[in-house]
Nanobody, 124 residues
Framework: QVQLVESGGGLVQAGGSLRVSCTAS????????MGWFRQAAGKEREFVAA????????YYANSVKGRFTISRGDAKNTVYLQMNSLRPDDTAVYYC?????????????????WGQGTQVTVSS
């Protein structure tokens, strides 16, 4: 079993920055890729960014490309999402995910493990 724990969410003004983190514990050897999804109130969960196990390959949703950066820690069991130039429509619960890379990122239907989520609120 793998546990994913997010941290770092909060309230920020539009144009500001925030970094969320996710640390994996348990049978981490089975984790190949990690990523972030988000779910705004009343909307479906959507892909944000993903990174391969080695950290060599990253993928981003078009809506965050150029503003968000995903990275892995040296121990490979931690993943970060640096969010810059935040906008009110970035407001959502952000979920850490572990699973296979599919297409140009990760597929919400094919995630092995989810974190509990962390709220990010961007005020205008």
């Amino acid at each position: 079993q793998v546990q994913l724990v997010e941290s770092g969410g909060g309230l920020v003004q539009a144009g500001g920055s925030l970094r969320v983190s996710c640390t994996a514990s348990g049978r981490t050897f089975s984790i190949y890729n990690m990523g972030w999804f988000r779910q705004a109130a009343g909307k479906e969960r959507e892909f944000v960014a993903a990174i391969s196990w080695s950290g060599a390959t990253t993928y981003y949703a078009n809506s965050v490309k150029g503003r968000f950066t995903i990275s892995r820690g040296d121990a490979k069991n931690t993943v970060y999402l640096q969010m810059n130039s935040l906008r009110p429509d970035d407001t959502a619960v952000y979920y850490c995910a572990a699973g296979p890379l599919i297409g140009q990122g990760m597929d919400v239907r094919h995630i092995n493990y989810w974190g509990q989520g962390t709220q990010v609120t961007v005020s205008s």
